[in-house]
């Protein structure tokens, strides 16, 4: 057999692994309870209601939008909504939340405003199966302990819900401990991410390869629509086995009309997205 057909093989062989590799779970589960919305990206914030806090929440529920929210574990265990690790960039202060026991996050403002950072207990109350909730987990070393706080909340709550994470070691517990929540697994593609700084080059080549795939299984990829190009191979690879797929962060009624038909939910701020 000539030398080219045996490197074909080898590489339509690699291209199967591959595929094996980052297979999500199907066939694909029911989410009706998650569609026909689309989702606020940290609420619905602008320059007078922060992301992340009770009055982008509340603002979410008013107009029947669905709500992706971010959350984080305290020293002392109680479960905060926040996206960064630290509260510099929104409350000013360089406070790492996991470090640091509720009473003395709840201390800090965000923005300009005089909401403290609201706890995910909070949240649920305000929302309260009103509409349906992504949940990001935020995972810094502590998956395990997060990711059964959250599960041991939401047993008690009663709305239509899902989670997901970059970190695989998510969606992965619960995988193996609540294989009923729907979970998801966050992605990019590091090449297309124009004007940002890469997080590192090993760990934005994970998160593109979807190599978390292989923990997680997850029901639904999450990616950074705009940056998903021609020839991505990882998502050309499950556009052929069609999971369920999320858009984030769309930033335009222009780039969610296009990504409508391409994604199952999107992910938006700063516009209201036309009905």
Same mark, same amino acid.
Request: hydrophobic letters at 45%.
């Given at each position: 057999? /000539? +030398? @080219?057909?045996?490197? =074909?093989? !080898?590489?339509?062989?690699?291209?199967? &692994?591959?595929?094996? $590799?980052?297979?999500?779970?199907?066939?694909?589960?029911?989410?009706?309870?998650?569609?026909?919305?689309?989702?606020?990206?940290?609420?619905?914030?602008?320059?007078?209601?922060?992301?992340?806090?009770?009055?982008?929440?509340?603002?979410?529920?008013?107009?029947?939008?669905?709500?992706?929210?971010?959350?984080?574990?305290?020293?002392?265990?109680?479960?905060?909504?926040?996206?960064?690790?630290?509260?510099?960039?929104?409350?000013?202060?360089?406070?790492?939340?996991?470090?640091?026991?509720?009473?003395?996050?709840?201390?800090?403002?965000?923005?300009?405003?005089?909401?403290?950072? /609201? +706890? @995910?207990?909070?949240? =649920?109350? !305000?929302?309260?199966?009103?509409?349906? &909730?992504?949940?990001? $987990?935020?995972?810094?070393?502590?998956?395990?302990?997060?990711?059964?706080?959250?599960?041991?909340?939401?047993?008690?709550?009663?709305?239509?819900?899902?989670?997901?994470?970059?970190?695989?070691?998510?969606?992965?517990?619960?995988?193996?401990?609540?294989?009923?929540?729907?979970?998801?697994?966050?992605?990019?593609?590091?090449?297309?991410?124009?004007?940002?700084?890469?997080?590192?080059?090993?760990?934005?080549?994970?998160?593109?390869?979807?190599?978390?795939?292989?923990?997680?299984?997850?029901?639904?990829?999450?990616?950074?629509?705009?940056?998903?190009?021609?020839?991505?191979? /990882?998502?050309?690879?499950?556009? =052929?086995?069609?999971?369920?797929?999320?858009?984030?962060?769309?930033?335009?009624?222009?780039?969610?009309?296009?990504?409508?038909?391409?994604?199952?939910?999107?992910?938006?701020?700063?516009?209201?997205?036309?009905?």
């Amino acid at each position: 057999m /000539p +030398t @080219f057909v045996w490197i =074909l093989l !080898l590489l339509v062989l690699m291209l199967l &692994l591959y595929g094996l $590799l980052i297979r999500p779970t199907l066939p694909r589960r029911d989410v009706s309870r998650l569609t026909g919305v689309d989702y606020a990206h940290r609420g619905l914030w602008n320059a007078q209601q922060p992301e992340n806090s009770m009055a982008a929440f509340r603002s979410a529920v008013e107009n029947g939008f669905g709500i992706e929210l971010d959350v984080h574990l305290t020293r002392d265990g109680h479960l905060v909504v926040h996206h960064d690790a630290s509260l510099k960039r929104i409350c000013g202060e360089d406070i790492r939340i996991e470090e640091h026991d509720l009473a003395r996050i709840r201390q800090c403002r965000l923005g300009h405003s005089d909401e403290p950072v /609201p +706890t @995910f207990d909070e949240v =649920l109350a !305000l929302v309260n199966g009103q509409v349906p &909730l992504i949940v990001e $987990l935020k995972v810094e070393g502590n998956a395990d302990a997060l990711c059964r706080a959250v599960h041991e909340r939401m047993q008690r709550y009663d709305g239509p819900w899902c989670m997901e994470s970059f970190h695989p070691s998510a969606p992965r517990w619960f995988r193996l401990h609540a294989p009923d929540v729907i979970r998801g697994l966050l992605a990019y593609d590091h090449l297309f991410r124009r004007g940002r700084k890469p997080i590192t080059r090993v760990l934005d080549l994970f998160v593109f390869s979807m190599l978390g795939s292989c923990m997680s299984r997850p029901d639904f990829i999450a990616y950074e629509a705009v940056t998903e190009g021609r020839f991505n191979l /990882p998502m050309l690879l499950l556009r =052929l086995m069609r999971p369920h797929f999320v858009a984030w962060t769309i930033r335009s009624q222009a780039d969610m009309d296009r990504f409508r038909s391409r994604y199952d939910l999107q992910i938006f701020e700063g516009f209201i997205p036309r009905r």
